[in-house]
T-cell receptor
Framework: EPEVTQTPSHQVTQMGQEVILRCVPI?????FYWYRQILGQKVEFLVS????????KSEIFDDQFSVERPDGSNFTLKIRSTKLEDSAMYFC????????????FGQGTRLTVV | AQTVTQSQPEMSVQEAETVTLSCTYD???????LFWYKQPPSRQMILVIR??????QNATENRFSVNFQKAAKSFSLKISDSQLGDTAMYFC?????????????FGKGTKLTVNP
């Protein structure tokens, strides 16, 4: 069964360092997302990406964040200068079509900023 | 802006019994989509069931069913014949159909424990 794959599963980084979280969405999907979940809290939307551009972003997704689909298969989230409060679980998701279709989530990357 | 509220932070149920998780939401739209996602200890988000707001019939997926009350903006999840593997966080989520937004708006979740 097709699945969304995220790497790494856990990353520890020093405050101020850049990190890149990687995702391989399901191959024929067209809509891509990043969500984050701070420990014990709800899942929050960060950004959506369609047709090679950002279609929507939340207030959380400031200038420190960027996304890219460099090669037609990977979808990356970059945090330029990490802060302690960026520590969270980051989920990538994709869906084939807009609307009622299921968004498939990856298993998440746990980011710990020390 | 849409909001989703899950008023039960934690619930527990005995194996084989039935449990209902509550969810309310706020929106000014007439058509939208609602979802329940399960997050087991592995942390992966798994779709349990979904409902289109313009459909009056409540969605059902095996042991999982919803009670969708559009006027009350309520979307509860009923799990019948609870199994130990149902132990997880359950998130209610909303997706708009207008304005080009495809994001899911999640509630804070309900931690369900199924006891043997």
């Amino acid at each position: 069964e097709p699945e969304v794959t995220q790497t790494p599963s856990h990353q520890v980084t020093q405050m101020g360092q850049e990190v890149i979280l990687r995702c391989v969405p399901i191959s024929n999907h067209l809509y891509f997302y990043w969500y984050r979940q701070i420990l014990g809290q709800k899942v929050e939307f960060l950004v959506s990406f369609y047709n090679n551009e950002i279609s929507e972003k939340s207030e959380i997704f400031d200038d420190q964040f960027s996304v890219e689909r460099p090669d037609g298969s990977n979808f990356t989230l970059k945090i330029r200068s990490t802060k302690l409060e960026d520590s969270a679980m980051y989920f990538c998701a994709s869906n084939l079509e807009a609307g009622f279709t299921e968004a498939f989530f990856g298993q998440g990357t746990r980011l710990t900023v020390v | 802006a849409q909001t989703v509220t899950q008023s039960q932070p934690e619930m527990s149920v005995q194996e084989a019994e039935t449990v209902t998780l509550s969810c309310t939401y706020d929106t000014s739209e007439n058509n939208y989509y609602l979802f329940w996602y399960k997050q087991p200890p592995s942390r992966q988000m798994i779709l349990v069931i979904r409902q289109e707001a313009y459909k009056q019939q409540n969605a059902t997926e095996n042991r999982f069913s919803v009670n969708f009350q559009k006027a009350a903006k309520s979307f509860s999840l009923k799990i019948s014949d609870s199994q130990l593997g149902d132990t997880a966080m359950y998130f209610c989520a909303f997706r708009a159909t207008q304005g080009g937004s495809e994001k899911l708006v999640f509630g804070k979740g309900t931690k369900l424990t199924v006891n043997p």
